[in-house]
């Protein structure tokens, strides 16, 4: 691969990670990733569960599928919501990528302040 296209790669997957830290951002969009991650739930259930209108359940619903976090399927009359791994490999992927930044960040504090503990 080269640099150019290395560089497309890192930006994709960083705009694909910021869709799914925007998503989690929101309260009730965590909370319903939360339910869902114990079982497929009902958009109907999840609406009642937290309190909101179908209307707004469903555009939660559509910005976590957007970004991969939770997937939906017709089930007779009812849909039901489940989680999608797409979402959380993305997560996965950019915590991988900066982890050895982190890493190196907070090995060179160390660093720094045990060259000076008194924080002279």
């Known amino acids: 691969?080269?640099?150019?296209?290395?560089?497309?790669?890192?930006?994709?997957?960083?705009d694909a990670a910021d869709q799914v830290f925007a998503a989690l951002g929101d309260a009730t969009r965590r909370a319903i990733v939360k339910l869902v991650a114990q079982?497929?739930?009902?958009?109907?259930?999840?609406?009642t569960a937290l309190g909101v209108t179908l209307t707004a359940i469903s555009?939660?619903?559509?910005?976590?599928?957007t970004c991969g976090l939770l997937r939906t399927r017709k089930v007779g009359r009812v849909r039901m919501c489940e989680l999608d791994g797409q979402g959380l490999d993305v997560l996965a992927q950019w915590v991988t990528i900066n982890r050895r930044m982190w890493e190196q960040r907070f090995d060179a504090?160390?660093?720094?302040?045990?060259?000076n503990p008194e924080g002279k």
């Open 39 to 47: 079982g497929p739930q009902s958009v109907s259930a999840l609406a």
């Open 1 to 14: 691969m080269n640099h150019i296209t290395m560089n497309h790669a890192t930006s994709m997957q960083a």
């Open 109 to 115: 504090l160390d660093a720094m302040l045990q060259e």
């Open 59 to 65: 555009q939660h619903l559509r910005v976590l599928q």
